[in-house]
C-alpha cells in the first residue's frame, strides 16, 4: 500500500510522525475555555455523542497501534499514526463546531451583524496568545525547518481587512508595510468564493500562486507567507427553534496560518484550520454581543433593585 493511499497526500508533505502524540490544543483549548467561561454564563454541556465517537476512535487507535507493535511494523504504525491523526482533527472540528453553534443559541442576538467588533487592549492581547497556541499546533505538522506566522485581519468600518495581530513573523517592522485587503482583492475574494458556493470556510493559497488567487504585498519580499492556509472567523445568529438554524455569517476576522516554504499546507491540514476558526469564532461573537449582555446585566440589577 503506498503512503498516499492512507491519507491522500504523501506523509513526506506532512511530515506528520510520534510527536504529535503531544496535545495539539491543551494551550489554545485552556485559553478558549477561559474566555467563554469569563466572558458568559450561558454554556450548554455538549452531547454525548461526539465524546463517545472520540473514545472508541482511540480505542481502535491503541488497537492498531498494539497490534503493529507486535509485529514489530514501523512502516504501519507511522501510517496509522498519520491517518488517525487527521481523522482525530475532524472529530475536533466537529466537537468544536456543535460548542460554538450551542453557545451562539444560548446567546441574545447580535443587533447589527454588520458593525465593525470593536476591541479592548486587552481582548487584542487575548487573541495574540490564541495566535500563539495556533502557530504551536501547526508547527508540530510541519517540518522541523519551516517557520509559521500566524495573523488575523479584521474588517474595518470602510470596509476594509486589516492585520490586527500576528506572531511569529520574523520582520520586526512588518506591520508598517502591510496593506489592507478589501471584499474585491484575490486573497479574500477566493475564500469568500468558498464559502458562498461551498460552504467551506477555509482555503489554500499562498505568494506563490497567480495574481488570481493571491494579492501581491509588499511584505511578500521576506518569504514568510508562500504557503498559506486561510480562514473565516464568522458571527451569526440564530434562527427559530431549530437547534442549528442560522442566519448567513458574516465574516469579521480573516485567519491566516503562512508557512516560508511552498505547497506546505494540504486539505488534510483543513480540519486543523477549521477547528482552531470555530475556537476564535466562539470568541468573535461572544464580542460582538458584549454591549446586548451588558444592557441585558444591567437590567436584571435594575428589576433587581426595584423588586427590593
Not at 52 to 76: E, F, H, K, Y
Not at 182 to 197: E, F, H, M, V
Not at 278 to 302: F, G, H
Request: glycine share 4%; aromatic share 6%.
Amino acid at each position: 500500500m503506498k503512503t498516499s493511499q492512507v491519507i491522500g497526500k504523501p506523509l513526506v508533505r506532512m511530515k506528520i510522525n510520534a510527536k504529535l502524540s503531544r496535545p495539539l490544543f491543551s494551550g489554545l483549548a485552556i485559553q478558549i475555555i477561559i474566555t467563554v467561561f469569563g466572558s458568559s454564563a450561558s454554556f450548554l454541556s455538549p452531547a454525548w455523542g461526539i465524546p463517545i465517537l472520540l473514545g472508541t476512535l482511540l480505542v481502535v487507535l491503541i488497537i492498531s497501534i498494539v497490534s503493529a507493535i507486535l509485529r514489530d511494523n514501523r512502516t504501519q504504525i507511522r501510517l496509522i499514526m498519520a491517518a488517525s491523526t487527521v481523522a482525530i482533527w475532524a472529530d475536533l472540528h466537529l466537537l468544536t463546531h456543535w460548542v460554538r453553534d450551542t453557545i451562539v443559541r444560548s446567546l441574545p442576538p447580535v443587533p447589527d451583524l454588520k458593525a465593525p467588533i470593536v476591541l479592548t487592549m486587552s481582548e487584542e492581547t487575548r487573541i495574540g496568545t490564541m495566535l500563539h497556541h495556533i502557530r504551536d499546533a501547526f508547527a508540530r505538522t510541519v517540518p522541523k525547518d519551516v517557520r509559521i506566522m500566524v495573523t488575523v485581519r479584521e474588517i474595518r468600518a470602510n470596509g476594509m481587512y486589516e492585520t490586527f495581530q500576528r506572531f511569529g513573523s520574523s520582520v520586526a517592522d512588518r506591520e508598517v508595510k502591510t496593506n489592507p485587503l478589501s471584499p474585491a482583492d484575490a486573497t479574500i475574494r477566493g475564500l469568500l468564493d468558498k464559502l458562498s458556493k461551498k460552504q467551506v470556510c477555509v482555503n489554500i493559497t499562498g505568494s506563490v500562486k497567480s495574481e488570481l488567487e493571491w494579492t501581491p504585498q509588499f511584505n511578500d519580499q521576506f518569504g514568510e507567507d508562500l504557503s498559506v492556509l486561510i480562514g473565516a472567523v464568522q458571527i451569526k445568529n440564530p434562527v427559530g427553534p431549530k437547534m442549528f438554524t442560522f442566519t448567513q455569517g458574516e465574516m469579521k476576522w480573516v485567519l491566516c496560518v503562512c508557512a516560508n516554504k511552498p505547497d506546505i499546507f494540504n486539505d488534510d491540514h483543513v480540519p486543523l484550520m477549521r477547528t482552531c476558526i470555530d475556537e476564535l469564532s466562539i470568541y468573535a461573537n461572544l464580542l460582538a454581543r458584549k454591549s446586548v449582555m451588558v444592557q441585558a446585566e444591567i437590567a436584571v440589577i435594575t428589576l433587581g433593585v426595584q423588586k427590593s
